[in-house]
């Protein structure tokens, strides 16, 4: 085998590994984002369900109910969070 087979093989080789990386740290966003076009009881089944009709129904739900109050103290706590990371990082800066 010449030098340049053996190069491209490796090649190959990393990326098939770095495909495999980037899919094993992707899946659990993206089952996260395909439950979310679920309905509740597609989304609570056991086993899974793999194929279903997506649906915003229940977004739509979330958002037409008491969902503000909920948004404005997740947005406090938050920059709160992040106000206070800064002020105690700014002295290692």
Do not use: C, H, Y
């Amino acid at each position: 085998m010449t030098t340049s087979m053996v190069g491209m093989r490796s090649k190959i080789l990393w990326s098939v590994v770095g495909w495999l990386v980037v899919f094993v740290f992707f899946f659990p966003v993206l089952w996260m984002w395909l439950e979310g076009l679920k309905t509740e009881p597609q989304a609570a089944s056991s086993p899974p369900t793999i194929l279903f009709v997506p649906t915003l129904s229940e977004f739509q739900e979330v958002l037409s109910g008491d969902f503000p109050p909920f948004f404005i103290n997740s947005a406090i706590a938050r920059s709160a969070s992040t106000l206070l990371g800064l002020v105690v990082g700014q002295p290692a800066a």
